[in-house]
Every structure is written in C-alpha cells, then in structure tokens.
C-alpha cells in the first residue's frame, strides 16, 4: 500500500507501488484545483479518483473500500480524509496519516517528526513503504 501523511499544512508520501512482491516507484501525491491529494490503497482507483476530483465531482466517487486519499487545501492548509462513498471528513487533529505504514508514522509524529520525517520513519519499517518521499506544501 503505502503511508500518506499531514502534517500543519504539508502533505507527504512515499513513491513504493507493490505488485506481487515487486516494487515499483510511482507518484501518488497530485495536484488539482487548488488541492493537493494523497491516495493510498489501489493504484487504479487512487488516480481514478484523482482525475474524478479534477473531472468536477459529477459521476459517483470511484475510491473502493480499500483506497483512500488526503485532500489538503493549497492555500489554506486544511485538510480532508476521503473514503468511500466520496465523503471528505475534514482533519481536526493536528496530524493524520494513512496506508500500511500509518501506524509508524503516528508514532513518528507524536514524537514531534514532521510529514516528510514520518513517512522515512514509515520506509524503514513497514515493507508497502519506500522508494523516497514526495512533499506538497501549502501557501
């Protein structure tokens, strides 16, 4: 899978895709009408859901219930959890993370690390995680 993480307006993701015990580097941070998304789970339904979100949002929200995404607003640093059905349940909390390496990362954050040092702490330990770390800040 993967480990997406938020932090004060900084959205952080590993570049690992995993298919059959194969690793593969992919981008799985976007940017769309002033947002910047994080998908986590399937692949596929991760960037169908990222075109879906640049598309207007007209059709159903194709995220399955396995893939989910972190939406932050570029300019205001907010932050969202997306899942299935399509609902976005705003972040109140001053960290989030998601992915098969979200638990490492919660660790990570409470000891103080920022995004980018979460998801490296995530990469050492979880085997879904890896190949680097993309950054989106916001304004």
Do not use: H
Not at 14 to 29: E, H, V
Not at 100 to 107: D, E, H, I, M, R
Not at 114 to 121: P, T
């Amino acid at each position: 899978m993967t480990t997406i993480v938020y932090r004060s307006g900084v959205l952080a993701a590993d570049r690992q895709a995993t298919s059959g015990g194969i690793r593969n580097k992919c981008t799985k941070l976007f940017r769309a009408n002033g947002y910047a998304i994080g998908v986590s789970g399937g692949l596929a339904f991760g960037l169908a859901f990222v075109r879906w979100f640049k598309g207007g949002r007209d059709s159903p929200c194709p995220l399955d219930e396995d893939t989910y995404a972190l939406v932050m607003d570029i300019e205001t640093g907010e932050c969202e959890q997306w899942e299935s059905p399509g609902i976005g349940i705003p972040i109140e909390q001053e960290y989030e993370s998601i992915g098969t390496g979200a638990s490492v990362a919660y660790g990570a954050l409470t000891m103080g690390a920022d995004a980018r040092q979460a998801v490296k702490v995530a990469s050492k330990w979880d085997v879904y995680t890896g190949l680097g770390v993309q950054v989106i800040k916001a304004k």
